[in-house]
C-alpha cells in the first residue's frame, strides 16, 4: 500500500480535528473552573461572602481557558498551514512541506481515529496528526486504517 495525498489547510477540517483531540484537557479545565464556580456559591450561600478569587478562578479554567487553548492550537496549525502531501504506507505515514518533513512509524501512533472528512493519528495525549481524507475512496481509508490496526495502533471507526 503506497496512498499519497497532497491538500490545503481546511479551516474547517482544522477546528473539528482541534476539538476532537484536546476534548480530555477542555474538558479537564471545564470541569475544574464549574467545580471552583460551585465553592463559590456553596460559600457565599454558607457565609454571605462572594469569594471573587473563586469567581475569577472558575470563570478563566471554565470558559477563558478552553477558549484560548481551541483558538491557539487553532490559530498555530493554519498560521503553519502550506499545501501538504502526506504519505501512507505499510511503514506508517509521512507529511511534507516546502520547509519540512516528517515521518512516523506506525509504533509511534497511540490511535487512529477516524473523523468526518479526515483521519486523526494520535501521538500524545495533546499531539496529532490530521490527515485529510476527501482523495481517497472508502477502500482505500479501510485499508490504511487495516495496517494502523495491523501494526498494533488502536484504531477508532466513526
Known amino acids: 500500500m503506497q496512498i499519497q495525498i497532497t491538500a490545503a489547510p481546511d479551516p474547517a477540517l482544522i477546528a473539528a480535528a482541534v476539538r476532537h483531540g484536546l476534548r480530555r484537557p ?31 478562578g472558575g470563570a478563566a479554567l471554565g470558559v477563558l481557558i478552553p477558549m484560548f487553548l481551541l483558538n491557539h492550537h487553532a490559530r498555530r496549525v493554519m498560521r ?20 519540512s518533513r516528517h515521518s512516523y512509524a506506525w509504533r509511534a ?4 481515529e477516524e473523523l468526518s472528512g479526515q483521519l ?29 490496526s495491523a501494526s498494533g495502533v488502536q484504531v477508532q471507526r466513526r
Open 120 to 148: 486523526l493519528f494520535r501521538l500524545g495525549s495533546t499531539r496529532f496528526l490530521p490527515v485529510p481524507t476527501a482523495g481517497l475512496s472508502p477502500a482505500q481509508i479501510d485499508q490504511v486504517l487495516g495496517a494502523a
Open 109 to 112: 501512533f497511540r490511535s487512529v
Open 26 to 56: 477542555v474538558l479537564l479545565a471545564r470541569c475544574a473552573g464549574w467545580a471552583l464556580l460551585l465553592g463559590a456559591l456553596v460559600i457565599q450561600f454558607g457565609t454571605g461572602r462572594l469569594s471573587v478569587f473563586l469567581v475569577a
Open 80 to 99: 503553519a498551514g502550506r499545501t501538504t502531501t502526506y504519505e501512507l504506507s505499510e511503514s506508517g505515514v509521512a507529511s511534507s512541506n516546502a520547509e
